[in-house]
């Protein structure tokens, strides 16, 4: 049985000796790109748009994203204000069928 010596990883600070060190560092760096990334989408979510046709669109994509259990409240506000304010209505078939899926 040979030994062999433990795998480093040179990185531009410095060696790294073991995976789990550069796996909790790739984990926390992945999980700052979620948390920014969330804060975008949400941000997108109340930033007002041109007309409720491309607002209704957006909470669709991410609604069929399966992402939208982390923007309910922010998604939920936006449709309660789009049902209550809504001035620029078309009846087209497109946008009859979103706000009855959406609202």
């Known amino acids: 049985m040979k030994c062999v010596p433990k795998p480093t990883i040179c990185l531009a600070f410095g060696e790294i000796s073991s995976t789990t060190v550069l796996t909790r560092i790739l984990m926390l760096k992945l999980k700052n790109r979620h948390q920014q990334l969330k804060e975008e989408v949400r941000k997108m979510i109340v ?3 041109a007309n409720s046709i ?3 669109t ?3 994509s991410v609604q069929r994203l399966g992402v939208s259990y ?3 409240k922010e998604i939920e506000d936006e449709l309660e204000n789009i049902y209550h304010n809504d001035n ?3 009846n ?3 946008t009859t069928s979103l706000r009855f899926r959406l609202l």
Do not use: G, N, W
């Open 58 to 60: 957006f909470i669709d």
């Open 92 to 94: 087209d078939l497109y």
């Open 47 to 49: 930033a007002p748009m």
């Open 70 to 72: 982390h923007f309910m």
């Open 54 to 56: 491309q607002k209704l």
């Open 88 to 90: 620029d209505a078309e």
